[in-house]
């Protein structure tokens, strides 16, 4: 009986073991992806890769890229880096044509280009990896990546002719122009070459080395409508590519391995060895790895709760990873004018998207368990300083992209300061700042796109206190001031008091655009006259919201923000505009057809100007509501589905890190640039939140948040204790959670409206 009795135990604990789940498979690669940009989709990736390898399967539109509601694959590209993409190859089983053909066309009707229908159900994706059955094709295609590197696995049905095929021309987002391209036979298993790109923000170059485990028979390739054979090269402009051909057997496998690089086709090379040498051939290798490198990252926090919301919360922690190292392996990179530089040892070049507003969600993780990122995000803006004479809110591969023409990589920078991430000069770091707050902003004109560095009128902004909206948008006054508040905190900290004050008188401008009367921001032209007829719904002079939102956007002076308008004033706009944006799920929709009615809602958490109303009520004396409207936008405005992710742009990492923090019930309102940095606390969605504080510059101790009667229902802070001692204020200082411990929150299904004020 005993023997009977050990083994039930071991069985039910091996088959438990066998049936728990990992990090990576609560990632859901595919949820948000119907409707999305051309950034977001299944792609193969490793943390902060250059390469984001995938499946593209729309025409030439804004959002391009990935599908999900569409059946077919065009090919699979690259690069799906804001303003950037590079390099699509396609298997090919089909008659030969030379372009992937519209994808809504017919496989055999005009137009129908090498394009594949794909067996839907066999589309699996997971962080490092994707795969689909190419009907058309008659193939399997498979691939992963190294931060560099991709790697295609194409097995194929026997076949007497298929090809696969090499194009320079990615139908993208911004699809780039084809200055010249090239691709070289170098023996009959590797092909090289180079595509010369213009893009909006101007030229760059993309070197590839590209291995193939078979020798191929012949090599060909295409320019224009000028198809070539059995050639040792092909070069060209606008649309060129290069095609192989085998002879295949039933289920015969077909490896390529892709090195690339912005610098120079030797950078590919190297790229290619250092990272693919020690794997040979083996593919199931290169996906483990990367699978390991997303575990790593992801394990940093480990949440109980719901299956649902463990889906959600880590699907968005890994969208949260999501920009691109730009250096090669040996630490050259390639600026916006073409010329090469090397990096110390160790050091990368990072890019993506605008930070804008970053300090409400990608910043406040890498703060807490990715230093290294933060700490390489100085360093690239530090070089960046050292090269241009600025820093950049977007640096689109290395180019001073300018997008969004706000200057929040100081918050960044200030940030990484306050919290003793320092892994950088300091004396550079103060210089920087000062210079981008001081000096008059710089327009680069990059081929063709006039891009801003710094603050553009800092001279009229200056005198007037705020900028006119003759000149700019009006949100710039905010955004300049909340800019001047980060500086201000610097100053103070390396003891300038000078430009401390200077700085922290001009972080008050808000207040010149704040109408007397209405208690609105109201656009001022240059002669200091308010906008007459205005509407606060009207988009027209601010930057993707309205006059309503951003009056709201004083994240560095919430309090005397809600004195100016009044309290009771301003928590009854913002109830009114929580509960008429209930049925809108708190999202304006501006991926919808009707674009002009983007600007007619009250909140909208899909754009990044309103990303902090929620927490407002932290302020104005109704914590309970910051716990009902955060839980909302938690519940409705994250979606779990393909057609369902966010109810607007993902934009590289900002709604899913919004999610994450949120979701552990923090909140870094003024984006942790003080000497003290607070935490504002809102109620957690898990029953219990454990966060691997980095140990590079903590002492490695967790911190453990735990709630006491969490449900849907029981959204409520009752009491809340942090070590064991009460706490009565909704507020945590962020050097109380990297240092480890334990908070206690105590939950209920009614607000205790003594807490927390």
């Known amino acids: 009986m005993k023997r009977i009795h050990l083994l039930a135990v071991f069985l039910m604990v091996f088959f438990s073991a066998l049936s728990a789940k990992g990090i990576l498979d609560y990632v859901d690669v595919f949820i948000g992806t119907s409707n999305s940009r051309w950034m977001l989709g299944p792609y193969a990736s490793v943390p902060y890769g250059m390469v984001q ?70 589309e699996k994706g997971c962080p490092g990896y994707y795969s689909c ?51 070289r036979k170098v023996d009959d298993q590797t092909v090289e070459g180079c595509s010369h790109m213009r893009g909006v923000y101007g030229d760059y170059k993309l070197y590839y080395s590209i291995q193939f485990s078979k020798p191929f028979d012949n090599f060909n390739g295409w320019c224009g409508n000028d198809i070539r054979t059995n050639v040792e090269s092909i070069e060209g402009s606008n649309d060129v590519g290069a095609f192989i051909n085998y002879k295949t057997s039933a289920n015969e496998e077909i490896i390529l391995k892709v090195g690339l690089s912005m610098v120079d086709l030797e950078g590919a090379r190297n790229n290619l060895r250092q990272e693919l040498s020690s794997f040979g051939w083996d593919f199931d290798s290169v996906v483990d790895a990367a699978k390991r490198q997303w575990e790593d990252r992801l394990s940093s926090i480990i ?67 990715h230093t290294d990122f933060m700490e390489g995000w100085v360093n690239t803006q530090l070089e ?17 992209s300018g997008i969004m023409d706000v200057t929040h990589e100081i918050s ?43 603050m553009e009128y800092l001279n009229v902004y200056d005198s007037l206190g705020y900028v006119p909206y003759d000149l700019n948008p009006s949100s710039r006054t905010l955004d300049y001031a909340y800019t001047d508040f980060c500086a201000a905190q610097l100053a103070k900290a390396m003891g300038d008091k000078k ?3 200077k700085l922290l008188a001009r972080s008050a401008n808000w207040k010149n655009q704040l109408h007397p009367e209405w208690k609105y921001q109201v656009p001022k032209d240059s002669q200091g006259k308010w906008k007459e007829d205005y509407s606060p719904f009207s988009g027209e002079y601010w ?36 509960e008429k944006s209930y049925k809108h799920r708190f999202a304006a929709h501006a991926f919808d057809r009707y674009q002009p009615q983007v600007y007619e809602y009250f909140l909208n958490h899909g754009n990044e100007a309103n990303m902090q109303a929620s927490f407002m009520f932290n302020y104005s ?28 742009d993902e934009d590289e990492g900002q709604m899913g890190g919004w999610f994450v923090i949120a979701s552990m019930g923090l909140f870094e309102m003024g984006g942790g640039v003080t000497s003290n940095p607070e935490f504002d606390l809102s109620s957690p969605l898990f029953d219990k939140i454990t966060i691997y504080v980095d140990k590079r510059y903590n002492n490695g101790v967790p911190f453990v948040i735990k709630t006491i009667n969490n449900s849907k229902e029981n959204i409520y802070i009752q009491s809340a204790t942090l070590n064991g001692k009460p706490l009565k204020k909704a507020k945590l200082s962020f050097f109380d959670v990297v240092k480890g411990g334990e908070l206690v929150l105590t939950l209920g299904n009614t607000p205790n409206y003594d807490w927390g004020k």
């Open 53 to 122: 390898l995938g499946p593209d399967n729309q025409d030439g539109e804004w959002m391009a890229g990935y599908e999900y509601s569409f059946s077919s694959v065009r090919g699979f590209s690259h690069i799906h880096a804001y303003a950037h993409a590079g390099l699509l190859i396609m298997p090919s089983a089909q008659d030969f044509v030379k372009d992937g053909g519209s994808v809504s066309s017919a496989y055999r009707g005009a137009g129908a280009g090498y394009h594949s229908r794909i067996l839907k159900e066999t």
């Open 133 to 183: 059955e190419l009907y058309d094709a008659a193939c399997r295609a498979e691939v992963t990546a190294t931060t560099h590197c991709g790697v295609h696995r194409y097995t194929f049905q026997a076949k007497d002719n298929v090809r696969i095929l090499l194009s320079s021309l990615v139908v993208s987002e911004y699809t780039p122009a084809v200055v010249k391209a090239d691709f």
């Open 303 to 369: 949440v109980e709760g719901s299956e649902n919301d463990k889906v959600k919360f880590y699907t968005n922690f890994y969208r949260s990873i999501c920009k691109q190292t730009w250096s090669d392996c040996d630490g050259r990179y390639c600026d916006t004018y073409g010329k090469i530089h090397q990096l110390p040892t160790g050091r990368k070049m990072f890019g993506g998207d605008a930070f804008w507003n970053t300090y409400w969600n990608i910043n406040t993780l890498m703060s807490l368990v």
């Open 384 to 400: 960046l300083y050292d090269v241009f004479g600025w820093t950049s809110n977007g640096p689109t591969g290395m180019k001073m």
């Open 412 to 454: 960044l920078m200030v940030s990484a300061y306050q919290k003793g991430i320092r892994g950088y000069d300091s004396k550079k770091l103060y210089k920087a700042v000062m210079h981008n707050s001081l000096e008059q902003g710089r327009r680069f004109n990059f081929g063709g796109m006039n891009c801003l560095s710094g």
């Open 499 to 501: 430009n401390y004050k």
């Open 543 to 578: 930057t993707e919201g309205n006059g309503w939102q951003y009056t709201l956007y004083v994240p560095h002076d919430v309090p005397e923000l809600i004195h100016t308008i009044g309290k009771d004033l301003f928590n009854q706009r913002l109830v009114e505009g929580f």
């Open 621 to 648: 004396g109704k914590p309970w509501l910051t716990q009902k409207y955060t839980r909302a936008i938690l519940d409705s405005f994250y979606g779990d589905t393909p057609y369902d992710g966010w109810g607007g």
